[in-house]
């Protein structure tokens, strides 16, 4: 167990609909990171916050958004959803070490199954 | 693009050999990693290792790199059917970025 929780974890919806896919961090952790797990692309960058700021940002489409709560927890939103956005959604976590050699610790995922 | 490119694709030996998996990539880097993923489970940190760092060792998994091949290879001696998953490595292409790039992976099968 990794001490990052995500829910839900299996989310099946239509085409067009929006979800919001939510991420606890480890206990500690500032920084929270989604990727996208899929068939066709593999593992892809998506974003990440560092205590509530958005940091970096990868190939996360505009119909797609996150935010990172006081709480340190984070939620992302898919809008608009396609058949493509089929895919497991992970978040992971880190703490901030210096020069930024941190291990980066996943949660279970999400799966998420567009019709 | 900084994605690593595994090899091989898809690994299959006999419980008790030794497994080694590869990974390419091809810009600097200021780390590298590897995770497991047990069939559409999340995924499991093995082992970090620093640019400025060649070999690295933990339990039965032994990492080398060499940045100068920019490559890196993942061996797990005496492979039990529990090691059966997808290996990935991940790269974190440089000081001030930490977001992970992955490369495609390597399914590793091991047979009882």
């Known amino acids: 167990d990794s001490g990052v929780t995500q829910t839900p974890k299996h989310l099946i919806t239509a085409t067009g609909q929006r979800v919001t896919l939510r991420c606890s961090p480890r206990?500690?952790?500032?920084?929270v990171y989604w990727y996208q797990q899929s068939l066709d692309q593999g593992l892809q960058f998506l974003i990440q916050?560092?205590?509530?700021?958005?940091?970096a940002k990868g190939n996360i489409l505009e119909r797609f958004s996150a935010q990172q709560f006081p709480d340190l927890h984070s939620e992302l939103n898919l809008s608009s959803l396609e058949l493509g956005d089929s895919a497991l959604y992970f978040c992971a976590s880190s703490a901030e070490l210096a020069g930024g050699q941190e291990t980066q610790y996943f949660g279970p995922g999400t799966r998420l199954l567009v019709l | 693009s900084q994605q690593g490119e595994e090899d091989p694709q898809a690994l299959s030996i006999q419980e008790g050999e030794n497994a080694t998996m590869n990974c390419s990539y091809k810009t600097s880097i200021n780390n590298l990693q590897w995770y497991r993923q047990n069939s559409g489970r999340g995924l499991v940190h093995l082992i970090l290792?620093?640019?400025?760092?060649r070999e690295k060792h933990s339990g039965r998994l032994r990492v080398t790199l060499d940045t100068s091949k920019k490559s890196s290879s993942l061996l797990i001696t005496a492979s039990r059917a529990a090691d059966t998953a997808s290996y990935f490595c991940?790269?974190?292409?440089?000081?001030?970025?930490?977001?992970?790039?992955f490369g495609k992976g390597t399914k590793l099968s091991v047979i009882p």
């Open positions: 290792i620093r640019s400025n760092e």
């Open positions: 916050y560092y205590n509530g700021e958005e940091r």
């Open positions: 206990s500690g952790d500032l920084s």
């Open positions: 991940a790269m974190v292409p440089g000081a001030g970025s930490y977001q992970l790039t």
